[in-house]
């Protein structure tokens, strides 16, 4: 329920649009209801008077029908444009606030968020959310709206055929879907988990494809995944009967209130409480006013898993930044020694400390090279000193202050990086460049990706320089991405510059061609080189060597 | 499209089953009309009470309860159609990616097809659900309605005749300019949707490069941009419902009124005009349940091709005979002229031959995309040769059983996966959760100096290992598959060393069940190392798919070829990236 309260707060700032949205939706809704329901008693009168030989004024009522019939055309078409608009304004709301509430948190904050499982599962929430308005929030508010409109008119002519539409109306509307959704608890949270399993099997099978066919498992995998796939359609089709049986209620419940309408009407006729074109009108309203119950039964069952999702992406959004910015920073100096005094980290959650007693201090202008196996711990280095996590022991100071005293932002400016997972964005490479310098000129792309030796391929696109890389994309191959991350790096103008692992999947040549153009390019920076490859060594200041965390000499 | 429709007759049955019911619903709502009509009519003109009009009342709860029923049961079947299908396209896509392997699947993102057997079958569900069962009830009850109506009111059913066609012609009209521009747009809106995520991916970068903040107004201008661009979609989409909206409900206002002013000069009888006004929404819901449906079909569309994108992957060519090879350790090897050329034109390998004899150790070296992966993957059985001959034992390739033939290979891939089962289960590859052999596990275990890394896990050998159990290091990792590679005994060994620099002691520990490993059998290693090359009786050395020299490490330094070349590359002991 707080999840409800949490989400309808976005609205607030565009409450015009949802309430211009919900009263077009309405004014439709109940113009069919009145178009039905006035031509019913417009019949009835004019054969009535037929019958009778006498006059009556049809002007009015047929405007009225003419009338209906356009408001219920035009309200339609606006409604659907307008709610579509307020979803879409509601879902840029929605997206800033979520990227600003998880900013701060990366890349820390977010670790146990890093496998792509879960970012898939961000983004289905997120989706899921956007539907929020349009398939639960408006739905519901119309119903609301419309059966107490319907409520009211009816109680205008006969209290007890209001009071029957009332009761028919909850029933469809709420307590026939509240049932459905109870007993189709299980199988729903069966399908969720069962479907996370499929798709971890799935992942499996791929990554594991080889193995799978080696060991002549690929027959029983494959029986497997359609035994898995049969299982979640079963469930399936348990929550189909379910639903099915809360469409056919609202069809029913609506045939009963037409029913009981003419039950009490009926007898009122004959008594003179109601005029017969009254009767028509009355069975008819009771009937077609079900229309706004009709998209109830599906809202409502996609209410736990909105509420899931919310659920989900509030918790990520909560969470506390894993590092703080001091209350009363200090500026960071403009250059200065970079020093690891004893520092430790240990990984929250992990098995054994990932650094242990590290002593390094890089000068302005100097070259340290950091080697030693993968999975050392070298790389938890950098993240230490751009202050994405904070050391469990020991000191970093930059120009003799510590880190944890400088704003993080202004320290991030001092340092230029070609981390391990660079990500490369769904964008042009030059847009991909210009992350690094927004206000980087054409030549200063082209000079950097000389440097990184990706300058002829780039040309060699037909795009050139605005080819689209990224997910939906060109694809780049592991060697071909980190030179397009070099370049970045290099764009940017800052004093020390940090390459961890730079040259993954080059071949020989291409390493040293780039290693030798970084250095020449920028040899007036510090430099901290981590690697795994014995590669051009020789322009290196000193030399570090890390196994298991610790320095070895 | 054609793919969807191809799909039909797995729903055939239960389609014909859900229309049929519907389209019985349908000639029920004809009655309910007529009784709701006859019932008015006796209490309106004729002044009937409540027990003048109770035969026909009573008549009412059963049909409604009738049509409640079909409406139930058509809805069931209507999935039971959709239900078929799924469960059809899951299984061929599954055991099409089991036959493609991994050469054929090579280059395509695991998560496409992670989402083509989830999401991308689950959302082709509506086209049978919805869509499908709408179609045939568009020409089905329409003309029911209007046989209904023609002996009450002749001019009635002439509006109805006239309108109905002229709706599906404006709805294909305005659908099909809609369509077009949702595909120009495809692209654009993947992009722009994707483009959040896109974001917090690449958060860690975007802090780097001081741009995480300002990237937050990027995130609201995509957002407004994707507003913008969708909405212009949908003014357009959304007109051919309006079309709908328009002809039916101005329809029903026209007949309303004609009916009435019939009525007062006595032209219509009082129970044909309420009869006619009942059934004229009635007559136009068909065509408005498809229009709902247009959409899901647009998506399912979209939907399908995925599917079809990896349907259609061409299955490389694998070896299908039947010999078995007989028992013993160590086989022979020959390569004959092999070449083989990719369906896009790649030469992976020209003209390459070479011979391995039973229990020899060979390496094989070369610059990255030389074709030392290729030979592994023509002897592993995942890609046939598109010329020229493999042998074993002197029995072509083509001719051997390839169950049998692959039981006989141990395999160490530079980075084994390790598959989401117990530790004991990924050493014996029984992932079915079966029963394994638990001495025979860990005895393979401690051959690879696994044993005690494996003890020492939170539940040993039946903790949870692969990506979402217990995390092990690369050097571990190495060591499990080594224990599988011991576990089944083969008499083939195939080694892809792994490139990453391990620590020292995984290093040497691993170097060590190698070198037991390969004891009295053939062993062919993609080798990075020097202590490999050494160690091996041969080295082939590969370029560009050719085999440019053989011989021992010694020879082909001396030669001062290609091998030489690489070696000068080369610091501690790595000769190859």
Same mark, same amino acid.
């Given at each position: 329920?707080?999840?409800?309260?949490?989400?309808?707060?976005?609205?607030?700032?565009?409450?015009?649009?949802?309430?211009?949205?919900?009263?077009?939706?309405?004014?439709?809704?109940?113009?069919?209801?009145?178009?039905?329901?006035?031509?019913?008693?417009?019949?009835?009168?004019?054969?009535?008077?037929?019958?009778?030989?006498?006059?009556?004024?049809?002007?009015?009522?047929?405007?009225?029908?003419?009338?209906?019939?356009?408001?219920?055309?035009?309200?339609?078409?606006?409604?659907?444009?307008?709610?579509?608009?307020?979803?879409?304004?509601?879902?840029?709301?929605?997206?800033?606030?979520?990227?600003?509430?998880?900013?701060?948190?990366?890349?820390?904050?977010?670790?146990?968020?890093?496998?792509?499982?879960?970012?898939?599962?961000?983004?289905?929430?997120?989706?899921?959310?956007?539907?929020?308005?349009?398939?639960?929030?408006?739905?519901?508010?119309?119903?609301?709206?419309?059966?107490?409109?319907?409520?009211?008119?009816?109680?205008?002519?006969?209290?007890?055929?209001?009071?029957?539409?009332?009761?028919?109306?909850?029933?469809?509307?709420?307590?026939?879907?509240?049932?459905?959704?109870?007993?189709?608890?299980?199988?729903?949270?069966?399908?969720?988990?069962?479907?996370?399993?499929?798709?971890?099997?799935?992942?499996?099978?791929?990554?594991?494809?080889?193995?799978?066919?080696?060991?002549?498992?690929?027959?029983?995998?494959?029986?497997?995944?359609?035994?898995?796939?049969?299982?979640?359609?079963?469930?399936?089709?348990?929550?189909?009967?379910?639903?099915?049986?809360?469409?056919?209620?609202?069809?029913?419940?609506?045939?009963?209130?037409?029913?009981?309408?003419?039950?009490?009407?009926?007898?009122?006729?004959?008594?003179?409480?109601?005029?017969?074109?009254?009767?028509?009108?009355?069975?008819?309203?009771?009937?077609?006013?079900?229309?706004?119950?009709?998209?109830?039964?599906?809202?409502?069952?996609?209410?736990?898993?909105?509420?899931?999702?919310?659920?989900?992406?509030?918790?990520?959004?909560?969470?506390?930044?894993?590092?703080?910015?001091?209350?009363?920073?200090?500026?960071?100096?403009?250059?200065?020694?970079?020093?690891?005094?004893?520092?430790?980290?240990?990984?929250?959650?992990?098995?054994?400390?990932?650094?242990?007693?590290?002593?390094?201090?890089?000068?302005?202008?100097?070259?340290?090279?950091?080697?030693?196996?993968?999975?050392?711990?070298?790389?938890?280095?950098?993240?230490?000193?751009?202050?994405?996590?904070?050391?469990?022991?020991?000191?970093?100071?930059?120009?003799?202050?510590?880190?944890?005293?400088?704003?993080?932002?202004?320290?991030?400016?001092?340092?230029?990086?070609?981390?391990?997972?660079?990500?490369?964005?769904?964008?042009?490479?030059?847009?991909?460049?210009?992350?690094?310098?927004?206000?980087?000129?054409?030549?200063?792309?082209?000079?950097?990706?000389?440097?990184?030796?990706?300058?002829?391929?780039?040309?060699?696109?037909?795009?050139?320089?605005?080819?689209?890389?990224?997910?939906?994309?060109?694809?780049?191959?592991?060697?071909?991405?980190?030179?397009?991350?070099?370049?970045?790096?290099?764009?940017?103008?800052?004093?020390?510059?940090?390459?961890?692992?730079?040259?993954?999947?080059?071949?020989?040549?291409?390493?040293?061609?780039?290693?030798?153009?970084?250095?020449?390019?920028?040899?007036?920076?510090?430099?901290?080189?981590?690697?795994?490859?014995?590669?051009?060594?020789?322009?290196?200041?000193?030399?570090?060597?890390?196994?298991?965390?610790?320095?070895?000499? | 499209?054609?793919?969807?429709?191809?799909?039909?007759?797995?729903? =055939?049955?239960?389609?014909?089953?859900?229309?049929?019911?519907?389209?019985?619903?349908?000639?029920?709502?004809?009655?309910?009309?007529?009784?709701?009509?006859?019932?008015?009519?006796?209490?309106?003109?004729?002044?009937?009470?409540?027990?003048?009009?109770?035969?026909?009342?009573?008549?009412?709860?059963?049909?409604?309860?009738?049509?409640?029923?079909?409406?139930?049961?058509?809805?069931?079947?209507?999935?039971?159609?959709?239900?078929?299908?799924?469960?059809?396209?899951?299984?061929?896509?599954?055991?099409?990616?089991?036959?493609?392997?991994?050469?054929?699947?090579?280059?395509?993102? #695991?998560?496409?097809?992670?989402?083509?057997?989830?999401?991308?079958?689950?959302?082709?569900?509506?086209?049978?659900?919805?869509?499908?069962?709408?179609?045939?009830?568009?020409?089905?009850?329409?003309?029911?309605?209007?046989?209904?109506?023609?002996?009450?009111?002749?001019?009635?059913? #002439?509006?109805?005749?006239?309108?109905?066609?002229?709706?599906?012609?404006?709805?294909?009209?305005?659908?099909?300019?809609?369509?077009?521009?949702?595909?120009?747009?495809?692209?654009?809106?993947?992009?722009?949707?994707?483009?959040?995520?896109?974001?917090?991916?690449?958060?860690?970068?975007?802090?780097?490069?001081?741009?995480?903040?300002?990237?937050?107004?990027?995130?609201?201008?995509?957002?407004?941009?994707?507003?913008?661009?969708?909405?212009?979609?949908?003014?357009?989409?959304?007109? *051919?419902?309006?079309?709908?909206?328009?002809?039916?409900?101005?329809?029903?206002?026209?007949?309303?009124?004609?009916?009435?002013?019939?009525?007062?000069?006595?032209?219509?009888?009082?129970?044909?005009?309420?009869?006619?006004?009942?059934?004229?929404?009635?007559?136009?819901?068909?065509?408005?349940?498809?229009?709902?449906?247009?959409?899901?079909?647009?998506?399912?569309?979209?939907?399908?091709?995925?599917?079809?994108?990896?349907?259609?992957?061409?299955?490389?060519?694998?070896?299908?005979?039947?010999?078995?090879?007989?028992?013993?350790?160590?086989?022979?090897?020959?390569?004959?002229?092999?070449?083989?050329?990719?369906?896009?034109?790649?030469?992976?390998?020209?003209?390459?031959?070479?011979?391995?004899?039973?229990?020899?150790?060979?390496?094989?070296?070369?610059?990255?995309?030389?074709?030392?992966?290729?030979?592994?993957?023509?002897?592993?059985?995942?890609?046939?040769?598109?010329?020229?001959?493999?042998?074993?034992?002197?029995?072509?390739?083509?001719?051997?059983?390839?169950?049998?033939?692959?039981?006989?290979?141990?395999?160490?891939?530079?980075?084994?996966?390790?598959?989401?089962?117990? =530790?004991?289960?990924?050493?014996?590859?029984?992932?079915?959760?079966?029963?394994?052999?638990?001495?025979?596990?860990?005895?393979?275990?401690?051959?690879?100096?696994?044993?005690?890394?494996?003890?020492?896990?939170?539940?040993?050998?039946?903790?949870?290992?692969?990506?979402?159990?217990?995390?092990?290091?690369?050097?571990?990792?190495?060591?499990?598959?080594?224990?599988?590679?011991?576990?089944?005994?083969?008499?083939?060994?195939?080694?892809?060393?792994?490139?990453?620099?391990?620590?020292?002691?995984?290093? *040497?520990?691993?170097?060590?069940?190698?070198?037991?490993?390969?004891?009295?059998?053939?062993?062919?290693?993609?080798?990075?190392?020097?202590?490999?090359?050494?160690?091996?009786?041969?080295?082939?050395?590969?370029?560009?798919?050719?085999?440019?020299?053989?011989? *021992?490490?010694?020879?082909?330094?001396?030669?001062?070829?290609?091998?030489?070349?690489?070696?000068?590359?080369?610091?501690?002991?790595?000769?190859?990236?």
């Amino acid at each position: 329920m707080t999840e409800i309260i949490r989400l309808l707060k976005f609205f607030r700032v565009y409450r015009r649009w949802i309430a211009l949205s919900i009263a077009l939706s309405v004014a439709a809704i109940a113009a069919n209801i009145a178009l039905i329901a006035t031509s019913g008693w417009f019949i009835t009168a004019m054969g009535l008077a037929g019958l009778a030989g006498v006059a009556m004024n049809y002007f009015t009522p047929a405007a009225m029908i003419r009338g209906f019939a356009i408001v219920r055309t035009g309200g339609r078409y606006a409604e659907r444009l307008i709610s579509h608009e307020a979803t879409f304004r509601l879902l840029a709301v929605l997206r800033t606030w979520f990227y600003e509430r998880i900013e701060p948190l990366a890349p820390a904050g977010l670790q146990a968020f890093r496998s792509g499982d879960l970012f898939t599962r961000i983004r289905n929430d997120i989706d899921r959310l956007e539907l929020f308005f349009l398939r639960l929030f408006a739905p519901a508010a119309v119903a609301l709206l419309v059966s107490l409109m319907v409520v009211m008119v009816l109680w205008l002519y006969d209290g007890r055929i209001a009071l029957t539409q009332f009761g028919l109306f909850a029933l469809a509307g709420v307590l026939l879907p509240a049932a459905v959704l109870r007993f189709g608890a299980a199988p729903s949270e069966r399908i969720t988990e069962r479907t996370a399993r499929l798709n971890m099997l799935v992942v499996d099978s791929v990554e594991g494809l080889a193995e799978l066919h080696l060991y002549g498992q690929a027959q029983a995998r494959a029986a497997s995944l359609r035994a898995l796939s049969d299982d979640i359609i079963a469930d399936e089709r348990r929550l189909a009967r379910l639903s099915a049986i809360s469409q056919a209620g609202v069809g029913l419940a609506a045939n009963l209130a037409m029913f009981l309408a003419l039950l009490l009407a009926v007898p009122a006729v004959a008594l003179g409480h109601i005029a017969p074109p009254e009767l028509t009108m009355l069975a008819l309203m009771a009937l077609v006013s079900f229309e706004a119950i009709t998209p109830i039964p599906l809202a409502i069952q996609s209410l736990p898993g909105t509420l899931a999702s919310a659920r989900r992406l509030f918790a990520i959004a909560d969470a506390p930044p894993p590092v703080r910015d001091p209350l009363e920073p200090v500026p960071v100096p403009q250059q200065g020694d970079l020093v690891f005094e004893g520092v430790c980290l240990t990984y929250p959650g992990a098995r054994e400390a990932a650094l242990t007693d590290i002593d390094l201090r890089l000068a302005p202008g100097r070259r340290i090279a950091v080697m030693g196996p993968s999975g050392a711990g070298k790389s938890s280095l950098v993240g230490l000193a751009l202050r994405f996590w904070e050391p469990s022991r020991g000191r970093i100071t930059y120009g003799g202050v510590a880190l944890d005293r400088m704003p993080s932002d202004e320290l991030r400016r001092r340092f230029s990086v070609v981390s391990q997972h660079d990500h490369l964005f769904t964008a042009t490479i030059a847009d991909n460049l210009r992350v690094a310098n927004p206000g980087a000129s054409d030549a200063d792309l082209e000079d950097a990706c000389r440097i990184a030796q990706i300058h002829e391929f780039i040309v060699a696109q037909p795009d050139g320089y605005r080819t689209y890389v990224g997910m939906n994309g060109l694809k780049l191959s592991g060697g071909q991405a980190r030179r397009l991350a070099v370049a970045r790096a290099l764009l940017k103008d800052a004093p020390v510059l940090v390459l961890d692992e730079p040259t993954e999947g080059m071949d020989g040549e291409t390493e040293q061609a780039l290693l030798a153009a970084v250095m020449k390019a920028r040899s007036d920076r510090a430099v901290l080189l981590i690697t795994h490859r014995p590669v051009r060594l020789e322009t290196m200041n000193e030399i570090v060597r890390i196994e298991n965390g610790r320095v070895v000499r | 499209m054609s793919f969807l429709k191809a799909q039909k007759p797995f729903a =055939a049955r239960y389609l014909t089953l859900s229309v049929a019911l519907s389209a019985a619903n349908g000639l029920l709502i004809i009655a309910q009309a007529w009784l709701f009509a006859a019932i008015v009519a006796a209490v309106v003109v004729e002044k009937r009470d409540l027990s003048g009009v109770a035969t026909w009342l009573a008549a009412l709860p059963p049909l409604f309860l009738a049509r409640a029923g079909l409406a139930w049961a058509a809805e069931y079947f209507a999935f039971q159609a959709a239900a078929r299908v799924k469960s059809e396209l899951r299984a061929r896509l599954v055991s099409h990616v089991m036959k493609l392997g991994p050469v054929g699947l090579a280059g395509e993102a #695991t998560g496409r097809i992670v989402s083509a057997v989830t999401d991308a079958v689950q959302m082709i569900e509506p086209y049978f659900m919805r869509y499908l069962t709408a179609v045939p009830l568009v020409a089905i009850l329409p003309l029911a309605i209007l046989v209904a109506v023609l002996p009450h009111d002749w001019l009635s059913a #002439t509006v109805f005749a006239v309108t109905a066609p002229l709706i599906p012609l404006f709805m294909i009209l305005i659908g099909a300019g809609a369509e077009r521009m949702n595909q120009r747009q495809w692209r654009k809106l993947a992009r722009m949707s994707g483009h959040l995520l896109d974001v917090i991916q690449g958060l860690t970068t975007l802090k780097i490069f001081n741009a995480s903040r300002s990237e937050a107004a990027r995130v609201a201008q995509m957002a407004e941009a994707y507003r913008r661009d969708t909405m212009t979609v949908l003014r357009l989409a959304f007109l *051919s419902s309006l079309v709908l909206e328009f002809f039916a409900t101005v329809s029903i206002a026209v007949v309303a009124v004609l009916t009435g002013f019939r009525l007062m000069w006595g032209d219509m009888v009082f129970f044909d005009g309420l009869f006619v006004l009942m059934l004229a929404p009635e007559f136009y819901m068909p065509l408005r349940n498809m229009g709902t449906a247009y959409h899901a079909r647009m998506e399912a569309v979209g939907a399908a091709e995925r599917v079809v994108e990896i349907l259609d992957m061409p299955v490389p060519g694998s070896p299908s005979g039947t010999r078995k090879l007989d028992g013993g350790r160590g086989c022979a090897v020959r390569f004959d002229g092999v070449s083989l050329i990719f369906p896009d034109g790649r030469r992976a390998l020209d003209g390459v031959s070479f011979d391995i004899a039973a229990g020899e150790r060979v390496a094989l070296v070369g610059p990255s995309g030389s074709g030392k992966s290729t030979i592994f993957n023509l002897l592993l059985g995942f890609v046939a040769p598109s010329a020229g001959l493999v042998a074993i034992d002197g029995v072509p390739f083509g001719e051997l059983a390839l169950d049998d033939w692959r039981r006989r290979i141990a395999y160490l891939p530079q980075r084994p996966h390790l598959f989401e089962a117990t =530790a004991a289960q990924n050493i014996a590859m029984r992932l079915d959760g079966a029963d394994v052999d638990r001495e025979a596990v860990r005895q393979a275990a401690r051959q690879a100096q696994a044993d005690d890394f494996i003890t020492a896990l939170p539940r040993g050998y039946d903790t949870p290992i692969g990506e979402h159990g217990a995390g092990l290091s690369g050097g571990e990792a190495q060591r499990l598959a080594l224990a599988r590679a011991f576990y089944r005994d083969a008499s083939f060994v195939l080694l892809d060393e792994a490139t990453a620099h391990l620590d020292a002691d995984n290093e *040497s520990l691993i170097g060590r069940a190698v070198d037991q490993l390969s004891r009295g059998r053939t062993l062919l290693a993609i080798a990075h190392r020097l202590d490999t090359v050494r160690a091996a009786d041969r080295i082939i050395v590969l370029d560009h798919g050719r085999v440019v020299e053989t011989g *021992s490490h010694q020879d082909l330094l001396a030669r001062g070829g290609t091998y030489a070349q690489l070696w000068s590359h080369s610091r501690e002991g790595r000769i190859e990236p």
